[in-house]
């Protein structure tokens, strides 16, 4: 059986913890460890809410907390199902009454793609065998009552008879056994934002479509139906619910705004402390910090996929901990609609730098306006866990990136927002031949200058430090996968302002860019020996964790001329500074 962690743990070594698995029954069966969410049954039952929609980024074990429900209604032995757990101690009485009067059914629907009929019905009726299979004593009575043929996937006709089908036989077997359904929906709104992917590249009405069906399934399986006990829905957005579940009005939203389940999905700090309450951390391990956290009501969690990822890094001893959030997920959270202006440009360098922004949040926004304005997309972005909250009023949120790690996420996308998808720029190869010399230096200047006549009319270049920053940030972003790329971190004895570590290739080294906004083009030469000279004097080599020479990059720009000056420093040099300075 699974080891039970909670708040008051106190571990003698690293748990380990099953990654890949989300299936509740699974856990505790397994020999891995388990942190204890069962208080999460206690707190959905005495809300008395017949629906709720819960949503949260991916990666925050919404699968789970869904699976742990479906078992309990299962007819499973509740003392061996959650033994040592919260919920073992604290089962709410009426609760207990439930258990063996109820039936329960899960549909997961995160692995199902909405980007065309045919693979949405496929997806669907996969997804509705075991259901069947559950109920096998009802199902021929069924198909015989109701004299149904087999629906075919042409078309979202077909998807519809599908889930409308499942709709009358929860009914029909609640009329069988007199017994009312606990109905579980996993990350409900997985195919409405393929179908929105979908219209938005075709300019169809696809989605609109997939929406009238899927609106026409929930109405007729949630709003005022006898058979339905409680249910839960889960998400990533609540985009949905004002044009989907807007046709029924019972369902309770709980967002990470709200304080209800705020301690449920993700890490709290107590958990994360008694994670790690047996290993040793050594002075300068930042590995947790790197992590930091989300707001979640009036508490901190940390994302449930990193810390697990974490400690099978640090028990295997990996050199560099890995990004979770780059390599677990897709990129379209980032993608947007039309190009940045100035002020956009502004908007988003703040934020990478570590600072917040207050947006309006559009409790109207759908699918399809998500990329209509910067806080539309900002808002996107929230949802699905690249921002937090500072802070929040009834209608706006001060937002910011919670943490290096989902800062690195931003950066190594930032490409999709901040280059044109016409410049091919191949930075790998710049790394690998830069070099300290003069002609090297007039090349990338040229190419530099000829980017900047080609893709920078509209963003007003010209007038901040930080737009040229934003520029050449995006470009490097390209690199993910060979390098890390990170923005504006302390470092030695100041801020850096882009700095690039190998993760893999031929050239080995690492790189420091740091930019400078002259005031006329006569002070490009002097500027760039600043530029260079303060990578230097500030120790910004500090940041890396590796013993590879520095290359540093001093760019100078006025208007639409660029100046560049490179330094390579060994780093058997860097040693000797470090000597210099007692370290």
């Known amino acids: 059986m699974a080891s039970i962690i909670n708040k008051d743990s106190k571990l003698t070594e690293l748990p380990t913890f099953n990654a890949g698995e989300s299936d509740f029954l699974s856990l505790i069966h397994s020999d891995f ?40 209604f299962q007819g499973i032995d509740f003392n061996y199902l959650f033994k040592g757990t919260y919920i073992q101690k604290n089962m709410p009485a009426d609760l207990v009454g439930a258990l063996g009067n109820v039936n329960s ?15 949405l019905f496929d997806g669907l009726r996969a997804l509705l065998v075991p259901v069947y299979l559950d109920y096998a004593e009802y199902t021929k ?24 089908r499942l709709s009358n036989f929860l009914q029909f077997v609640h009329k069988k056994t007199s017994k009312k359904f606990i109905v579980l929906v996993d990350e409900y709104d997985k195919f409405l934002a393929d179908a929105a992917k979908v219209s938005e590249e075709a300019g169809s009405s696809y989605f609109e479509d997939v929406l009238d069906m899927y609106r026409s399934f929930l109405t007729t399986m949630f709003k005022d139906t006898v058979f339905i006990e409680r249910a839960i ?23 990470f705004f709200s304080s209800k389940y705020e301690d449920i999905f993700g890490f709290t700090e107590d958990e994360v402390a008694a ?14 910090e790197r992590l930091d956290g989300y707001s979640s009501g009036s508490i901190v969690v940390y994302n449930p996929w990193s810390i697990v990822n974490l400690t099978e890094q640090l028990r295997t001893k990996s050199e560099h901990a890995s990004n979770s959030w780059i390599t677990s997920g897709n990129s379209d959270w980032i993608e947007y609609g039309k190009d940045l202006e100035a002020k956009d440009v502004d908007v988003i360098y703040s934020l990478i730098s570590g600072n917040e922004y207050t947006v309006r949040i559009n409790h109207e926004l759908n699918y399809l306006d998500r990329r209509d304005s910067l806080d539309n997309f900002l808002t996107h972005a929230f949802y699905t866990g690249y921002l937090t909250f500072s802070g929040s009023t009834a209608d706006t949120a001060s937002l910011i990136i ?30 690998e031949q830069m070099d300290e010399s003069s002609e090297f230096a007039e090349r990338l200047e040229g190419e530099l200058s000829n980017l900047l006549d080609d893709c920078t009319s509209s963003w007003d270049l010209v007038d901040k430090e930080n737009s040229y920053h934003m520029w050449v940030l995006g470009m490097l972003s390209t690199l993910s996968g060979t390098h890390k790329v990170a ?30 906004k002259s005031n006329s083009q006569q002070a490009l030469d002097t500027d760039t020996e600043v530029a260079v000279n303060q990578v230097l004097d500030n120790r910004y080599y500090k940041f890396f964790n590796n013993k590879y020479d520095m290359v540093v990059v001093g760019i100078a720009a006025y208007k639409k001329h660029v100046k560049v000056k490179i330094k390579v420093v060994s780093y058997k040099e860097l040693t000797q500074d470090m000597k210099l300075f007692g370290e």
């Not at 206690?42 to 949260?56: A, H, P, Q, T």
């Not at 309450?277 to 590995?287: A, E, I, L, T, Y």
């Not at 943490?403 to 044109?420: D, G, I, T």
Request: hydrophobic share 40%; with cysteine.
């Open 487 to 516: 923005s504006n971190r302390e470092a030695g004895d100041g801020r850096y302002d882009i700095a690039v570590t190998p993760v893999s290739g031929k050239v080995m080294r690492n790189y420091v860019f740091e930019l400078k």
């Open 233 to 255: 829905l889960t998400g990533v957005m609540p985009l949905a619910a004002n044009s989907v579940m807007s046709a029924f009005n019972n369902a309770v939203k709980d967002t």
């Open 141 to 164: 009575e069924f198909s015989e009552y109701y004299g149904q043929a087999p629906v075919k996937g042409e078309d979202l006709d077909s998807c519809g008879e599908l889930l409308t």
């Open 275 to 288: 994670i790690f309450s047996g290993f040793d951390w050594k002075p300068g391990d930042d590995s947790l």
């Open 33 to 72: 460890h388990y942190v204890d969410k069962t208080n999460f049954i206690e707190k959905w039952w005495n809300s008395g809410n017949k629906v709720s929609l819960i949503v949260r980024p991916r990666r925050f074990s919404k699968t789970t907390i869904l699976s742990m429900v479906y078992h309990l």
């Open 105 to 119: 059914v899960l549909l997961t629907f995160k692995d199902i793609s909405g980007k065309t009929p045919k693979k």
């Open 402 to 431: 919670p943490n290096e790690e989902v800062q690195e996420a931003w950066v190594s996308n930032l490409h999709r927002l901040v280059v044109p998808k016409h410049v091919r720029f191949n930075w790998s190869k710049v790394l």
